[in-house]
């Protein structure tokens, strides 16, 4: 056997730009045009994978609607597919052998709608009657569609591709016309078998990990309940209340079939032309990484945007993990350049790839840009970024770099241009690194090396956008210019040096709000504050007002904060959280809340500033025997950190996420190499102009981007 790919458009007037499936592209380059022309975007071009025989068939003659020839792929890349199944060829007959048996027991029944209205009990004696749920399954299977749909729900939860599989093969012989959802679905469970681990879908229970490496045995009852409809219906009653599986990892029979099976549903879905969509695209992507094609991966994911489908992080996840893992460097950074240049941005796990490939690589440039990476958008690295950080600073490679003489004026100006922690100038010293795990005291000192580590925080500039872009998307959700009095009430009382969210702390450990817990936590925190002076209090009017808050201390307390000044009741059908996080900007003050902030209002912050500012703002609380306990912001910045001697401090995250137990990974030069560190003293005018050279605009240009990246989100 074969395999061919072509392009097979579902629109005569639709042209979808081709593209090439293995490492070769020149010898293609003459058999594919380079443009797009898409005339018709209601309905989006595919790619189809076919596999035929081409010894014993005859080619179909073209269809006179066609107007283009669609493009096929070189023979190299057909031998490369070919390769790839290869190992079908030697099981196909076990799974003939399995299909036969089944089609020879197989009792199928006319009249589909019939068969499900007799089995789900729809005659009207039997409404109402019978054990709850009966009126839900109703609704649940009024078609053959819906019973497939729901069939392959479970099959997704229970990560069973086989069944999957043998669901797909009966709507097909029943002639049920599926949707792309029910594709979407298949698709990725063959995409994820193929790689040889299955993810259920995340909802409901957990239940136990079976290992699901045998065929035969899990195809088994499979092969009885999917003949028909009825076993069908059967097998959905057996796991309405069904364990949802954690991680399954699949033997190679599985794998295999999986992907062979894969690229023939996906065959079977263009001759259904159901729509492509990002999922089943990635999906694909998947599939050709379970063949290490990191080339045809990324191909499908560059093909997404002639398609009209904006690529995700995940679509790209497939090709970068090949890249990676093989040691293609160059193609690895490829990938991340046309993630950036498509508003995609690489998260801990992209930049732990890109990280390995660099250090096995011995690129440190590329290392020190990772790192630097993982300090922007990640912070704290997860211990197996970390093990790969300690193993590039105990290379060879990485004690053989680093400037043996450097302006230290730039060093310093670099430091202060960026707001603390870092410079940007490159590696600094020479000689073998020293790579300790170490803790940092409350003092923000290093217990290893000593080096006082950095607070960082937002600068004038950043806060002004910040508390901007809050009010922004404030004024843009709040009713009847309701946020705009709130600013000008603030101008009027404020400032304030605290901002406390009352309805965290008066519903902390209980349903029921009690202003007593408000008034402990604001007049605890007041003591601390150099004024003394009350904190802002802000709680939705509904929590103020009503019989209860009428009674006795309520009252009395309710009114002790306005009396100072200190209480903003917002108004109904407002949300309290943008008051308090832009009064707690507005005025560079603390928040005292033990709210994460982590739902979808503050994910409309992004990741620029709000994880800064969040760090050294946020008071968490809890109450003791003895009163209430406060934590403070942490003596430094939890965020991997550049000295001006060149020295590096990465925080490990960790599951309790305690500053007080937190572990560091401290690195410094060998006191015993020599010149590490060196520096030449230079007039503060050529280190004003060096300065000028390099990271001022660079940091200037990155402000920039970052103001726009910010209105951006804003607006969306």
């Not at 599939?287 to 904006?310: H, T």
């Not at 732990?352 to 660099?358: A, K």
């Not at 093990?387 to 105990?394: A, G, H, P, R, V």
């Amino acid at each position: 056997m074969a395999l061919s790919s072509t392009f097979k458009p579902l629109h005569p007037q639709s042209q979808l730009n081709p593209f090439t499936l293995c490492k070769y592209p020149s010898s293609l380059s003459s058999n594919f045009p380079h443009g797009v022309s898409i005339s018709s975007p209601k309905i989006p071009p595919l790619l189809q994978i076919q596999a035929h025989t081409t010894t014993h068939s005859e080619p179909k003659p073209s269809s006179p609607k066609q107007e283009h020839p669609k493009p096929t792929i070189s023979r190299r890349i057909l031998d490369k597919i070919q390769q790839g199944f290869s190992s079908f060829e030697s099981k196909n007959q076990k799974f003939d052998n399995l299909g036969a048996k089944v089609k020879d027991s197989r009792n199928r029944v006319d009249g589909l709608n019939e068969k499900i209205h007799k089995n789900v009990n729809l005659n009207k004696k039997d409404e109402g009657v019978g054990k709850r749920g009966k009126k839900g399954k109703k609704g649940k299977f009024d078609s053959p569609v819906a019973v497939v749909r729901v069939a392959l729900e479970i099959c997704s939860k229970l990560g069973d591709v086989m069944g999957a599989i043998r669901v797909f093969d009966l709507a097909k012989r029943e002639g049920i016309n599926l949707g792309q959802y029910h594709y979407a679905v298949i698709l990725y469970l063959c995409s994820s078998a193929a790689v040889g681990v299955v993810q259920p879908a995340k909802s409901g229970r957990t239940g136990p990990n079976p290992n699901s490496g045998n065929l035969e045995e899990q195809t088994h009852k499979l092969d009885t309940v999917c003949q028909t409809l009825d076993g069908l219906i059967r097998f959905i009653d057996e796991h309405e209340d069904l364990s949802v599986r954690t991680e399954i990892k699949v033997g190679e029979d599985v794998k295999e079939y999986a992907l062979k099976r894969g690229f023939e549903i996906y065959n079977e879905m263009l001759s259904d032309k159901v729509p492509m969509n990002e999922a089943i695209l990635t999906s694909l992507a998947r599939m050709a990484m379970s063949r290490n094609d990191g080339d045809m991966a990324f191909e499908l994911v560059k093909q997404m945007k002639d398609l009209g489908i904006n690529p995700r992080l995940r679509s790209y996840g497939p090709a970068l993990s090949v890249f990676c893992k093989t040691g293609n460097l160059e193609k690895a950074f490829e990938i991340e350049e046309h993630m950036l240049a498509h508003g995609v941005y690489p998260e801990e796990p992209e930049l732990e790839l890109l990280l390995s490939v660099s250090v096995e690589a011995n690129r440190s440039d590329k290392v020190y840009y990772l790192l630097h990476k993982l300090r922007t958008s990640v912070r704290k690295v997860s211990p197996s970024t970390a093990s790969l950080i300690k193993k590039w600073f105990k290379s060879r490679t990485a004690s053989r770099i680093g400037k043996r003489k450097w302006d230290q004026e730039v060093i310093n100006r670099a430091v202060e241009n960026g707001g603390g922690g870092w410079h940007g100038q490159g590696w600094l010293g020479s000689g073998k690194w020293t790579v300790v795990r170490s803790v940092v005291g409350k003092d923000g000192l290093c217990r290893c090396c000593g080096e006082k580590l950095a607070t960082i925080d937002l600068d004038p500039i950043e806060t002004e956008l910040f508390a901007e872009s809050v009010a922004k998307i404030a004024r843009e959700r709040e009713r009847n210019s309701s946020f705009e009095k709130f600013q000008k009430w603030l101008d009027y009382y404020g400032p304030f040096e605290a901002v406390v969210d009352g309805a965290n702390v008066g519903l902390f450990s209980q349903r029921r709000f009690k202003p007593s817990k408000v008034n402990t936590i604001a007049n605890g925190i007041r003591q601390m504050l150099p004024s003394k002076r009350w904190p802002l209090v802000i709680l939705h009017n509904r929590r103020i007002t009503g019989d209860k808050m009428d009674e006795g201390i309520n009252k009395t307390l309710v009114e002790k904060w306005k009396n100072a000044d200190a209480l903003y009741a917002t108004p109904t059908g407002s949300n309290d959280d943008w008051y308090w996080l832009y009064a707690a900007i507005k005025f560079k003050c603390l928040l005292v809340t033990n709210d994460e902030m982590r739902d979808h209002l503050f994910q409309l912050l992004g990741n620029d500033f709000f994880p800064k500012w969040k760090e050294r703002h946020q008071v968490r609380f809890h109450f003791s025997e003895t009163g209430p306990v406060y934590r403070m912001p942490p003596p430094c910045s939890v965020v991997i950190q550049e000295s001006r001697k060149g020295h590096w401090h990465i925080p490990i995250a960790s599951e309790e996420d305690s500053e007080d137990d937190r572990v560091w990974i401290c690195v410094t030069r060998d006191k015993s190499s020599k010149n590490s560190q060196e520096h030449i003293e230079v007039t503060e005018e050529s280190g004003r102009k060096n300065a000028s050279k390099g990271l001022i605009l660079e940091q200037k240009a990155a402000m920039g981007a970052t103001k726009r990246r910010l209105e951006k989100s804003v607006e969306v």
